[in-house]
């Protein structure tokens, strides 16, 4: 069965194919001879591909049962009015054309195929056919059967020379196809009986539509068979094959004395035939050795979690079959070069601590000749799951005996007892159980651990090694009288009692998978809230029901499809049993709650749904095994021990290195405390969410009258259930996608019974207690919610190798600076939290930056007919359809602002009383960010002004000047003046500073007119309170002060070059007053607009007055990091909006003037700026673009950084099959995005050095015990350790910037990409002079300025 041609499309077809007449002659058509060829099959499949209808079978034998046809101008007016949806998967239709001399295969895409090529080789194969038939009823081969047919009649069904021209050119253009079958017969006997019996045709036509998702899946599973191998099909799997891609010829069924099977023609291989071999071809993968590494390398990763599942889910015998399996595969592969290493001991060791829990030794035989018949060897994990399944089993003699023949084969390969437990990873009692089964051969057997390495190994930090005590010192006598415990003083004033309740705390919200709040949201009560409520709670539990039901029936579907197929691939039954119906259910009320409360301008795509789900399920999955592995268990005690550091303080440790100590004393028994998590591959995500997505859609039922007051019986309301959600089409851009919203039914009960509360997953939201810092790239964060480190795409897979094969100590600090801002304690600001929330709840304020609700935006005008009646014109309509689309965009905007504060001051008020941490992960460039969305310090004004530190410290001498200056800061009225006059200036206005403390909405509201007036407020307040204090010195201030670099982009640039001009217009060289390089750059524009305008430019003159300091700060800023000419006019188009005086018509113009104005005067200010971004630019095209590799470098830190940008292909429907598709896009393997390579490189370059530089002031302003937190570029601190930070932070830019940086990248990408001199052809190709053009460019280093770096240090606003 296959796809099928709409009723228009096969009637115009029916018409130009014309039945031969019934006669004896073997001529069908008037068309010549040609060359005979053997292979005439894809005539026959191509026919098959135009097929089918809704059948009404005649009674002749020998014409395509069809439909009543229209005429053929009918046919093709009905094929331009209707457009049909294009089907799931293309067809191919493949042509093989033999002759003497030459072999060509080619596959193309139906619609590409030419009329006159295509009519040709039609014309061609009808000729090969009536020869053949010709020369076989000449030989006698043929015999007529006891009352046979006539000869005519036994030849198969014939068409005449299709007329290209009468033939509706849509059919092959567009590929499009209908759902409804179209019936072909054999035999005429067959048609007969058919005709006779509709109740046949109908059981056909049953088994078609109960069968056809299964055959799709299937014919699509074909796509994978080859799985990086090129190993031929056998048995089964040749059922799969799609019928447009088999070589099988034709068969009469009427002739009987030709073989059932025909093998296929296989052309013979000679020199034409090697010259017409196909060249690779991709838009992803640079060659096809690349594209078959990719999956291979994404079937080991498939495998690997697959077999995971197994075990867990207790499904052993699936785990072999499936090793098995794949084996098989190997070893009938053509190119053992691309299989090897496809199976690995480690998979073979999964599979044995499998077996090793259920003590089955008898497995381990087997699994070993594998393992030997494979040339692998046993590691020391492979040892480690031997002595944990002997010491499972009796202690016997033959126990015995096997244990000391595997210690000795042992230590006979080189491998320790020692070795195997110390490198080896335990999960449960496996640990222990191994222990006990080798202490019974070596009774007095201790394993030895191998301590952690603690320190750095980084020229920037290894001075902070001197406070590292080696593992296992104690701290006593001198060491402990000298020992300097400042690194703590953030960390004080908790009790090991109070951090153990807050852990418990911790663990029960991660153990819930949520959290639910009360919203803030200021509603009126329906009236009859209560009754919805009731109803609401009946129809969860019937949903509960239905659901487990559903889960239940599905899974026995799926089980049953498992049985009857070959254990021989992976399917995602296996990750649906890895947890409990009840566990599935619970994941889909609370999805089904969140997708009924959703907006009306979003609802989540079909892909996007999928993916959740299956994340969810994947969390859910992590969280049990933790708890089933000991691991939960572990990291009690282990969390135990740490907050007795916390309790005393009496340790030189940062938080990893306290870690690793405690992790390291309870080695000795229980699970391993660094096991890796391999996430489960997108596509196994998003099958095991489809799986969920279907029960969603089709068991989740409400009835549509279950909000009228006189409630109906039961009996009734179950027969009027409809679907709760539903699916439609919106365009996003260029692409229709599919999107779920909830039955407006469900939508308006839950709206009657909204009970006030918000419902968070509980890795959303800030943490009840210090995070468990980061020992590792894969253990750190929450408790046991899996954490991120790096935040990268899911195909992004190369960063992560270069981690896992770098020196640990090379990550750490990264590490510890991610766990020194984790450790943190904040708390709210809950005097500014009051104002806040009084001015949403009252409707919000624009000006405030208090997000407005939908419902506040005016409606739309309604246009009316004019005057004389006449209606409204075509101009009006298209304005009226403008401001609709515009209209609808403001509306979701707003909503969807509307909501993020909705979110983030509802979590603040569940927050405000308690204090909380906030976990910290960064992104591929290393720039950290809090992992909690909604509640952190990063974002808005708003989001900012609402946190404050846990830990009170006094003010001290200078704490109240730093805080009224900081006052200052935040207006941006004084960016020019000294911090003598911003001092000056902050006695001036104390007055109105206290107004608006005392009186935020009802005084004079001073702070209102600042740039970011929600922190000014809260620092209004905090003065007041300091002010009315009877000893400011001794105030105990929580309140953050900034420290904020001055353009720290165009520093980081400055620096680099050793440019002194545009070091002193970036503040990094000494000066009396602030320099202002956003000034200097609009002082720049005004004097080239003024110049302008003198010249008559009208755009010029429209600009008088309106070129201001704010209009191009945000282009100067990006321009650094990258920004295009089209994002740049964006910004400033933006903020001349914001200006009310300046008018509306000249936005555009104006913005596109001064857009090329501000890039002119930025290139006139920093020369050696870009020299040095022109230079990454080029290289970075160059790498990608010549090399075909990402883009990577290491920080001056040791991360290592890979852009992640690569050409990615168009996204594949979702299949139905049941079996895993191992198919995955990987960087590593994939074309990069050149473009985006080249374009990213200097921007993300400066991120790598900003976030370096804030990581070295991290270390040490840790290690001096000061409290240090950071938003980028802008550093916070107790206003007491202002100067210390300032310190900190201009030795760490001088120490990381007095490092050979740009040298250091050049060696770098010389050593990674460089051509060898065997690598160049010396012909004067293209391709020869662009290797060497790379290699003198990565050797081209820019030209540096003569810029005294250390002048840094003298410099008051470098930071302020």
């Given amino acids: 069965m296959y796809r099928l041609l709409s009723a228009n499309r096969a009637a115009a077809m029916h018409k130009v194919l014309r039945v031969p007449p019934t006669a004896t002659t073997t001529a069908c058509c008037d068309c010549g001879g040609g060359s005979v060829s053997q292979n005439f099959v894809h005539y026959q499949q191509y026919y098959q591909m135009l097929y089918r209808q809704m059948p009404a079978i005649t009674a002749t034998p020998f014409a395509r049962p069809q439909t009543t046809a229209p005429t053929q101008t009918d046919a093709q007016t009905q094929g331009k009015k209707k457009r049909l949806r294009k089907p799931r998967f293309a067809k191919y239709v493949e042509l093989l054309e033999v002759t003497e001399l030459t072999a060509s295969e080619r596959k193309s895409r139906v619609k590409r195929l030419k009329s006159k090529k295509l ?176 999956k291979q390398r994404a079937l080991q990763i498939n495998l690997h979690t697959y077999l995971n599942v197994c075990v867990s889910a207790n499904m052993l015998s699936r785990a072999l079959s499936t090793i098995i399996a794949y084996r098989s595969r190997i070893k009938k592969s053509t190119s053992p ?249 619970d994941i889909l009320i609370k999805e089904l709650y969140k997708l009924a409360e959703g907006s009306e301008t979003f609802s989540p795509t079909v892909g996007q749904l999928y993916k959740e789900l299956g994340e969810k399920v994947q969390q859910r999955y992590q969280i049990e095994q933790k708890k089933h592995n000991g691991t939960l268990e572990k990291i009690g005690e282990i969390y135990s021990s740490y907050c007795d550091l916390w309790d005393s303080g009496n340790t030189q440790d940062n938080s990893r290195q306290a870690w690793q100590r405690l992790v390291h004393e309870q080695r000795e028994s229980g699970p391993s405390m660094d096991l890796p998590e391999v996430p489960w591959p997108t596509n196994v995500l998003a099958g095991v969410g489809r799986f969920l997505y279907n029960i969603l859609m089709r068991d989740i039922k409400i009835d549509p009258h279950i909000m009228r007051q006189k409630s109906k019986s039961k009996t009734v309301a179950s027969q009027n259930l409809l679907p709760a959600f539903y699916t439609l089409f919106r365009n996003q851009g260029r692409l229709v996608k599919e999107e779920v919203k909830p039955h407006p039914v469900l939508s308006r009960l839950l709206r009657a019974s909204r009970q006030q509360t918000l419902t968070f997953d509980s890795n959303l939201v800030p943490m009840l207690c210090p995070p468990q810092p980061w020992s590792t790239p894969h253990n750190g964060g929450y408790l046991l919610n899996k954490s ?140 950290v960010y809090p992992v909690p969305p909604h509640l952190n310090h990063l974002g808005s004004d708003l989001a900012r002004s609402m946190l404050i530190f846990d830990q009170a410290q006094p003010l001290g001498v200078d704490g109240f000047s730093w805080l009224k200056l900081h006052c200052i800061n935040l207006t941006g009225l004084k960016k020019r003046d000294s911090v003598r006059e911003r001092l000056l200036y902050a006695e001036e206005i104390m007055d109105e500073i206290l107004d608006s403390a005392d009186n935020p909405l009802t005084g004079g509201m001073w702070w209102a007119k600042s740039d970011t007036p929600w922190q000014t407020l809260g620092c209004c307040m905090e003065i007041a309170k300091v002010h009315r204090s009877p000893d400011p010195a001794a105030y105990m201030s929580r309140f953050p002060i900034h420290q904020d670099g001055s353009c720290n982009g165009l520093q980081h640039y400055a620096a680099l070059g050793r440019d002194k001009a545009g070091a002193v217009s970036v503040n990094l060289a000494p000066s009396a007053i602030p320099q202002d390089v956003y000034s200097a750059v609009a002082t720049l524009v005004e004097r080239s607009r003024k110049s302008d305008a003198q010249n008559g430019l009208h755009v010029a003159e429209a600009l008088a007055g309106f070129v201001r300091r704010k209009v191009i700060k945000q282009t100067v800023m990006t321009t650094v990091y990258g920004v295009t000419r089209y994002g740049a006019r964006l910004q400033i188009a933006r903020q001349l909006k914001d200006i009310d005086d300046f008018p509306r018509d000249w936005v555009w113009p104006a913005s ?61 429907t979702s299949r139905t099959g049941l079996r895993v598709n191992a198919h995955m896009a990987m960087d590593m393997y994939e074309r990069p995005n050149i473009l985006k390579q080249k374009n990213a490189f200097p921007p993300n370059f400066i991120h790598s050095l900003d976030s370096s530089h804030m990581m070295l002031t991290s270390l040490h302003c840790e290690r001096q015990g000061i409290t240090f937190v950071s938003v980028h570029d802008c550093f916070w601190t107790h206003a007491c350790t202002v100067p210390e930070l300032n310190r900190s932070c201009r030795e760490q ?68």
């Fill in 1293 to 1360: 830019f001088v120490a990381l910037h007095s490092q050979p940086i740009l040298e250091q990248l050049s060696d770098f990408m010389r050593n990674t990409y460089s051509f060898k001199d065997n690598d160049f052809t010396n012909d004067g190709s293209v391709e020869d002079l662009s290797k060497r053009q790379l290699n003198r460019t990565l050797k081209q280093l820019p030209q540096k300025g003569d810029f005294e770096l250390h002048n840094v240090l003298d410099s008051i606003y470098f930071f302020s």
């Fill in 337 to 585: 070069r691309l299989t090897e290493g496809l199976l690995t001991t480690d998979l073979y060791n999964i599979l044995l601590h499998g077996y090793a829990g259920k003590g089955a030794f008898d497995r381990f035989e087997d699994i070993f000749k594998l393992l030997e018949e494979d040339g692998l060897t046993f590691n020391e994990q492979t040892y480690a799951a031997v002595f944990e399944c002997l010491g499972r089993l009796e202690p016997d003699e033959q126990n015995q005996q096997l244990l000391s023949q595997y210690i000795a084969q042992a230590e006979q390969e080189g491998f320790t007892l020692n070795q195997i437990m110390d490198r080896s990873k335990f999960v449960a009692d496996q640990r222990d159980i191994a222990l006990d089964a080798l202490r019974r051969i070596r009774s007095d057997f201790t394993p030895v651990y191998v301590p952690p390495q603690l320190g750095y190994d980084n020229e920037l930090l290894n001075h902070l090694n001197e406070h590292v005590l080696p593992v296992g010192a104690e701290n006593g006598g001198s060491i402990q009288q000298d020992a300097d415990y400042a690194i703590m003083n953030s960390r004080r004033g908790y009790g090991k009692a109070q951090l153990e309740q807050l852990a418990r705390d911790q663990l029960k919200v991660e153990l819930d998978g949520c959290i639910t709040i009360k919203s803030i949201e200021k509603t009126k009560e329906f009236a009859n809230a209560d009754k919805c409520r009731e109803r609401l709670k009946e129809l969860e539990q019937s949903w509960r029901k239905q659901i487990s039901t559903a889960i239940v029936r599905d899974l026995n579907t799926l089980r049953a499809q498992v049985r009857f197929k070959p254990h021989g691939y992976m399917n995602y039954y296996t990750y649906l049993k890895a947890l409990d119906s009840t566990h599935f259910a």
């Fill in 788 to 927: 991120e480190l790096i935040r990268l795409p899911h195909q992004a897979i190369q960063q992560w190798d270069r981690i896992r094969a770098s020196n640990p100590q090379h990550l750490y600090p990264a590490l510890d600076s991610l766990n020194q801002l984790a450790s943190v304690p904040w708390r709210v600001n809950t005097q500014l939290l009051d104002v806040i929330v009084e001015v949403f709840q009252n409707g919000g304020n624009a000006k405030l930056d208090v997000p407005q609700p939908p419902s506040s935006l005016p409606p739309l005008p309604t246009l009316l007919k004019k005057s004389d009646g006449s209606g409204v014109s075509s101009t009006d309509l298209a304005k009226q359809f403008r401001e609709k689309l515009g209209h609808r965009r403001k509306k979701a905007e707003m909503y969807s602002l509307w909501c993020d504060a909705l979110y983030r001051l509802s979590l603040a008020q569940h927050y405000r009383d308690k204090v909380f941490w906030l976990p910290h992960n960064m992104d591929f460039r290393g720039r």
């Fill in 1152 to 1212: 596109t003037y001064l857009t090329t104005k501000t890039f002119e005067s930025l290139r006139e200010m920093f020369t050696s700026t870009r020299e040095i971004q022109d230079w990454f630019t080029e290289c970075a095209r160059l790498i990608s673009g010549v090399c075909s590799q990402n883009v990577e470098w290491t920080t001056p830190l040791g991360l290592p950084v890979v852009q992640p940008y690569n050409r990615q292909e168009i996204k594949h």
């Fill in 119 to 294: 009519a040709e080789f039609i014309q061609k194969t009808q000729q090969q056919i009536l020869d053949k038939r010709a020369r076989e009823e000449k030989r006698g081969l043929k015999k007529s059967s006891k009352g046979g047919l006539e000869p005519a009649q036994r030849q198969p069904v014939e068409y005449q020379k299709i007329d290209m021209e009468a033939l509706d050119g849509s059919i092959l253009e567009s590929g499009i196809y209908d759902d409804r079958p179209m019936l072909f017969f054999g035999k005429d006997e067959y048609t007969k009986q058919i005709i006779a019996n509709p109740e046949e045709v109908q059981n056909i036509l049953k088994s078609f539509h109960n069968f056809r998702d299964i055959i799709e899946s299937m014919g699509n599973e074909q796509q994978e068979a080859d799985f990086g191998l090129t190993a031929p099909k056998h048995g089964e799997e040749l059922e799969a094959l799609d019928p447009f891609e088999a070589i099988e010829p034709y068969i009469n069924p009427l002739d009987k004395s030709r073989p059932a099977v025909t093998a296929p023609v296989v052309p013979s291989v000679n020199a034409v035939t090697a010259k017409s071999k196909k060249r690779f071809k991709s838009k992803v993968h640079v060659n096809e050795e690349q594209e078959r590494l990719g």
